[in-house]
Each structure stands twice: as C-alpha cells, then as structure tokens.
C-alpha cells in the first residue's frame, strides 16, 4: 500500500517540479512577419546631428573669474585721436590763382641809341697814300662786320700816318658814336670840323655829329646849337 502511493506522489512532483521550472523560464520572442527597420548608421546620426559649439581652449597661463556687475558710472573716452578740420583744398585741374606779374625791365645794351640827327658818312680825299686807304677798308669791313673795336685799333693806327686827315678823324668820332661814347666823339668831330678848313661838307657832317653827341649826353640846348651850326652852311 505504502509503496502505491508513493509511485503516485513521486510522478506528480516531478511534474510540479517541472512545471514551476517551465512558468520561470521567459517565452520566446514572437516572430513578426512585418520587416524590421534598421538602426541608422552612425555616419547618418553624425551627420544629422546639430553642430556642437566648442569652447576655444583656454591657454594655460589664463585664468577665469566670475563676472561681477558693472557699475554704469564710469566714462567711456575713445580711443580716436581728436579730429582737426583743415582747410579745404582747390581741385586738382583748377589751377591756384598766380599773383600778377610785373612787367619786366627793359634790358639795357650797350649799344648807342638810335641817333636822333643824322649822320652821313664820308669818303677819303683823292691823293690820299695807299697805305691809308687799305687801312681805312680794313676798318670799314670791321665795323660792317660788328668788331667795332677792331675798326677803332685800325683806323688809330691810320691817323698815326696820316694825322690832320680831316676824313680819318671824322671815321673815328663815328665809331666812338657806334661805341656810346658821345663825349669822345664830340671831342673827334669838332676837330674834324678846324681840319677840314674850305671843304664845307665835311663841316656840316661834323656839326651834325656834334649834335647827335650832345643830345645822347642829355645836352639838349647845346644840341640844337650844333643842328644850327650844320644848318647855316650851304645857306641852309
């Protein structure tokens, strides 16, 4: 009887056992017949995701400090330098106004001024030695050609040969007058006007030139004095 009964306890334990073990146990997963969606790559989330700020990294020989409030008293003062006005310049193509312009000097020469008389050359009297004569040519070329120094040198050494020759010294008062020098040409003519003695011409060319001499000397009076002088020959 005792051992009946135990062959009927001991199979229900085992299945007591069995079953206490079974309900412990997880149930497996249900299969979904529904397609299962993939987790996204981590590229696509890196690439999806917003951009992350960093903060700049701080050297190591800085420090930080809690922000404390600030005061609104204090005055702001620029840095700028303090702006100076300046004068407003004329365009570039507009040319500045010049000052007038003074008229300038007349330029002084040296040469004698236009004679105010006229003064009339004269030719060297037949019988007159040839030496002379070449020397007088030589002279007149001299002066044509503008050396009237050299015309002077030459007709001096003329008047050393031939030195009462009326004609010679009255060339040389018309150098001296070409020259500016008046007073050595008055000086000349008025001893070409003793020299020339009955020859009438050649004393009123050098009346003449005598005139002209004294007006470039500003002798105005003795001027028209020797005019007249010219004028009273040929009774003129």
């Given amino acids: 009887m005792n051992n009946k009964s135990l062959l009927v306890v001991f199979p229900l334990l085992l299945i007591l056992t069995a079953c206490s073990s079974f309900s412990g146990s997880e149930p497996p997963p249900a299969v979904s017949s529904k397609p299962v969606k993939k987790a996204p790559s981590k590229k696509a989330v890196a690439s999806k995701a917003p951009p992350v700020v960093t903060a700049k990294k701080q050297s190591a020989n800085t420090a930080t400090y809690p922000i404390e409030g600030v005061a609104n008293n204090f005055k702001d003062e620029p840095n700028l330098p303090a702006f100076r006005a300046e004068p407003l310049m004329p365009p570039a193509d507009i040319p500045a106004p010049s000052a007038p312009i003074a008229p300038a000097a007349p330029a002084v020469t040296a040469t004698a001024p236009a004679p105010k008389f ?89 009346w003449l030139l005598i005139a002209e001499a004294r007006q470039m000397q500003q002798n105005t009076q003795g001027a028209k004095e020797a005019k007249a002088k010219a004028d009273s020959f040929f009774g003129r």
């Fill in 118 to 206: 006229v003064i009339e050359d004269a030719a060297v009297p037949s019988g007159t030695s040839p030496a002379v004569i070449a020397l007088v040519s030589e002279s007149d070329r001299n002066r044509n050609g503008g050396d009237l120094d050299a015309a002077v040198v030459v007709m001096e050494r003329a008047l050393r040969i031939d030195s009462r020759n009326p004609t010679l010294t009255y060339k040389l008062a018309q150098l001296r007058i070409k020259q500016n020098k008046p007073q050595l040409a008055e000086e000349l003519a008025g001893k070409a006007a003793l020299l020339a003695g009955s020859d009438l011409d050649l004393k009123r060319k050098s």
